[in-house]
Every structure is written in C-alpha cells, then in structure tokens.
C-alpha cells in the first residue's frame, strides 16, 4: 500500500502534467492572438478589393451598353446599304429592260 506522501507525490505529478498541458495550449492561442494583426490586416485589404466590385461591375455594364448600341447602329447602316445596293441593281436591271424592249 502506497503511503500518504508517495500519494501526493502521484497527485502532483497529474496536476503538473495538467497544467503542462494547460500552458502549451496557452501558448498556441497566444501564438493565433499574435497572428491576429496580420489575418486581420489581409482581410482589410480584400474587403477594399471586394468594395471596388460594384464600381467596376457598372463599367463594364455601361461597356456592355454602349457595344450594343454600336452594334445595332452598324445593323441597321447595313441593312440601309443592302437596301440602296438592291435598289441600283433593280433600277439597272429595269433600265436595261426597258432599253432592250424599246
């Protein structure tokens, strides 16, 4: 049978290996509160890149717009030239009817 002092002696060596366990488990939050700074700095810096997103979506929106817009404008200058050639070749085939029949 253990004697009373070999029995403290025990109980000691658990809290000692407890409270070792305690301090290492101190130390590494210590060591994330020190990173903290840092994590906390880089998240700044996105967030101001993610702030820069609407203004840049709305450039692109107005890019967008006005690329439609030069789009449909060269459709229907096309359309108006299609529209003018068909017509000469129409007026000179009709002419060379004509002259043809006179």
Same mark, same amino acid.
């Given at each position: 049978?253990?004697? #009373? @002092?070999? !029995?403290? /002696?025990?109980? $000691? !060596?658990?809290?000692?290996?407890? $409270?070792?366990?305690?301090? =290492?488990? $101190?130390r590494?939050? &210590?060591?994330?509160?020190?990173?903290?700074? !840092?994590?906390? %700095?880089?998240?700044?810096?996105?967030? %101001?890149?993610?702030?820069?997103?609407? !203004? =840049?979506? *709305?450039?692109? #929106? *107005? =890019? &967008? *717009?006005? %690329?439609?817009?030069?789009?449909?404008?060269w459709? =229907?200058?096309?359309?108006? /030239?299609? #529209?003018?050639?068909?017509? @000469?070749? $129409?007026?000179?085939?009709?002419?060379?009817l004509?002259? /043809?029949?006179?």
């Amino acid at each position: 049978m253990a004697t #009373q @002092a070999e !029995k403290s /002696i025990h109980d $000691l !060596k658990v809290e000692v290996v407890t $409270l070792n366990v305690l301090v =290492q488990s $101190l130390r590494t939050d &210590l060591a994330l509160l020190y990173d903290l700074p !840092k994590k906390v %700095a880089v998240m700044e810096s996105e967030l %101001a890149s993610l702030r820069e997103l609407p !203004k =840049q979506v *709305a450039v692109l #929106q *107005a =890019q &967008l *717009a006005e %690329a439609t817009k030069t789009r449909e404008l060269w459709g =229907q200058r096309g359309w108006t /030239i299609l #529209q003018l050639v068909f017509a @000469a070749i $129409l007026g000179a085939t009709l002419t060379y009817l004509l002259r /043809i029949k006179s």
